[in-house]
């Protein structure tokens, strides 16, 4: 069976093996024959509500069954999936149903109570709800998740370039963007991943970071492209992730730096330390202590570091038996792309020259949802592509890397002024204009100091709105409107913020003062 769509993953397993284990959620399990009934129940369902092609579906839950079929059944409905990070706030969710049009939303009754206020500027027609039932805004129809299918037929099937889903990423210009991903984006990201990790349909993956993180839907995917079972997990303690990779015999997790450092400090069962294959890094880098302790607790586990963008999904990994050898190594392209380190003018830097990383090949990104302009910032033309083919475009991925006389890579940093935390990039102008919005601040600054468990830790650096200001005020009102990981670690509060001789803050001066 040739794969060309996203659904057409499970479709496979449940033709190839229907009653092996192919998602767990708590104390639940699907068959892929199961999870391929659910799935086209859901499709039937969304078809029967209006849904046309390219019709945007939000998923704004915590990791359950029900958040994987969604995503899943609105590709087999020919619509494009929003994963919603589950942390977020109802402003931040607001945007993205703004941003993305969309006209369906899949979430909890609780959720939804608490996003009446951000459905009123969207496009938002149809909620399909999951649990118990509660209370239902006044301007949308809301729908009891399907138990039984509609029988509505799925469209024709289109083409693998199509949209298949928007993952929403912060931008250094403020509001988080849509990175549009085809079905073949997806597909190719699945196989490519499952070949160099060495997946295989006796795998356990546990799923641990969010879907609406590449990497995090991408343990979903991989899993299923070989027949692997998949089990979700919405941990409250590092400990849970040891127990549950007990529970189900996990042989395989991929996390970000700071959960790994979290990991590498609990105890684990020794039948999770014994039965784990791999363990693999994305997100940011690994401190070479928790590398080392990782390595001691499991030490049949082969390590891989990876490096990715979102709007290329993935794009370089370390071989295991290069660690050693080559410290600090993001090491080279995965299979099936070509990773180029390019000067500002398109050529190709020599062994050694910083330069800009570039990703070329089929697992690049369509683009920025209904954004032409950073679009073309991004995505650009193949530098020396023949005049007779059609120009192919690559990413540029705005990080700073050098290479080493066999081709390793080695990160260097960024070119704007994105934070990095936690696994997640930050738009300083997104945590500034929260500031701003608290109405305590006159002038606010975020930037990112180096920290060796977070990667960066969000330091604000803010004056006050009227004479006074005190940290613990402003921090306590950012909390209510910021998701966790965007919060500040600190408020520096001055009298007045250094500027630059053209009247702009000194952003430079600032992020030294901070992390000195």
């Not at 020794?270 to 607790?297: H, N, Q, S, V």
């Not at 500034?432 to 990112?448: N, R």
Request: aromatic share 6%; proline share 8%.
């Amino acid at each position: 069976m040739i794969r060309t769509h996203l659904h057409d993953l499970v479709a496979h397993g449940a033709a190839a093996t229907p009653d092996a284990p192919a998602l767990t959620s708590d104390d639940r399990t699907l068959s892929y024959a199961e999870l391929w009934d659910e799935v086209r129940r859901a499709a039937s369902f969304l078809l029967s509500l209006g849904l046309v092609r390219e019709d945007r579906v939000a998923v704004y839950m915590e990791k359950r069954i029900e958040t994987v079929v969604a995503i899943f059944a609105t590709s087999l409905a020919g619509g494009m999936s929003v994963p919603v990070n589950p942390v977020l706030r109802p402003a931040q969710v607001e945007h993205i149903l703004v941003d993305a049009g969309a006209r369906f939303l899949v979430t909890s009754h609780q959720r939804l109570a608490q996003l009446e206020p951000a459905l009123a500027g969207s496009a938002v027609e149809h909620v399909l709800t999951v649990g118990d039932a509660g209370p239902a805004p006044a301007r949308v129809r809301v729908h009891e998740w399907p138990r039984a299918g509609a029988g509505v037929a799925p469209p024709s099937p289109g083409v693998d370039l199509d949209p298949a889903a928007i993952l929403y990423t912060s931008g250094s210009t403020g509001r988080p963007k849509g990175v549009v991903l085809s079905h073949r984006n997806l597909i190719a990201g699945a196989e490519s991943v499952s070949s160099y990790l060495g997946n295989t349909a006796d795998d356990v993956i546990l799923s641990v970071l969010p879907l609406s993180f590449d990497a995090g839907l991408s343990q979903v995917t991989t899993a299923f492209a070989v027949g692997a079972h998949c089990v979700l997990l919405n941990y409250l303690l590092p400990r849970d992730v040891g127990r549950a990779c007990e529970r189900f015999g996990v042989t395989g997790i991929t996390g970000v730096p700071p959960l790994w450092i979290q990991l590498a400090e609990v105890e684990w069962p020794p039948a999770a330390r014994e039965a784990l294959r791999y363990f693999a890094t994305t997100g940011g880098r690994m401190p070479r202590p928790t590398l080392d302790r990782l390595r001691r607790l499991f030490p049949g586990a082969r390590p891989f570091l990876m490096y990715g963008l979102t709007e290329a999904f993935r794009s370089t990994y370390l071989d295991p038996a290069e660690i050693d050898r080559r410290p600090g190594s993001i090491g080279k392209a995965i299979p099936d792309a070509e990773v180029l380190v390019l000067r500002a003018d398109g050529t190709r830097c020599g062994p050694g020259e910083e330069g800009e990383l570039v990703h070329r090949g089929p697992l690049v990104a369509l683009g920025y949802w209904n954004d032409p302009e950073r679009t073309a910032e991004r995505f650009r033309p193949m530098p020396g592509t023949p005049s007779w083919r059609t120009p192919e475009r690559a990413v540029w991925s705005g990080d700073t890397v050098v290479a080493d006389d066999e081709g390793y890579l080695f990160y260097v940093g960024r070119r704007d002024d994105m934070i990095k935390t936690s696994g997640y990039r930050v738009s300083p102008t997104e945590v500034e204009e929260a500031a701003y919005a608290t109405g305590l601040v006159g002038d606010a600054v975020a930037v990112g100091v180096d920290d060796a468990a977070l990667g960066q830790r969000i330091v604000l650096v803010a004056s006050p709105a009227n004479g006074h200001l005190e940290a613990h005020s402003l921090l306590a009102a950012l909390r209510r409107t910021l998701p966790h990981y965007m919060v500040p670690a600190h408020v520096d509060v001055r009298e007045r913020l250094p500027r630059s001789p053209n009247g702009k803050f000194d952003r430079v001066l600032i992020a030294t003062e901070a992390g000195s």
